[in-house]
């Protein structure tokens, strides 16, 4: 199988999971669930896409391109989310750790993702 519609598959389904589960677990979010998903998802898909190219380009330079397209990430995060950083709108521990463990477990499977593909190369 092409390893891109291998890691759309995973995307796709820890995308669902994550969500249907984190909406069960967590009323009345003040980040929309689903669009923290929907970025984080599509996010993850395209820095690995980016990742399995550069590989091809230039092997040497994988973690330097992993590194900023993290960074990258996190930019286009307070650009989408921007009440992550509005003084106005008083965010509890809660629902900030109810952004972030998404964020962490989407950079978790990033992780995995290209490692399960450098090992089997």
Same mark, same amino acid.
């Not at 199988?1 to 999971?17: D, R, S, W």
């Given at each position: 199988?092409?390893?891109? #519609?291998?890691?759309?598959?995973?995307?796709?389904? #820890?995308?669902?999971?994550g969500y249907f589960v984190h909406n069960l677990i967590v009323e009345n979010a003040v980040i929309s669930i689903f669009d923290t998903y929907l970025f984080l998802g599509i996010a993850t898909f395209l820095t690995v896409s980016a990742l399995k190219f550069t590989a091809r380009i230039s092997p040497n330079n994988l973690g330097y391109v992993f590194l900023g397209l993290v960074f990258m990430k996190f930019g286009a995060i307070l650009i989408f989310f921007p009440e992550l950083i509005d003084n106005e709108l008083e965010l509890t521990l809660r629902q900030v750790l109810g952004f972030l463990a998404p964020y962490f477990l989407f950079l978790f499977a990033e992780i995995g993702i290209v490692l399960k593909w450098l090992n089997d190369s």
């Open positions: 199988m092409n390893f891109y #519609l291998k890691a759309f598959l995973v995307t796709a389904v #820890l995308t669902g999971i």
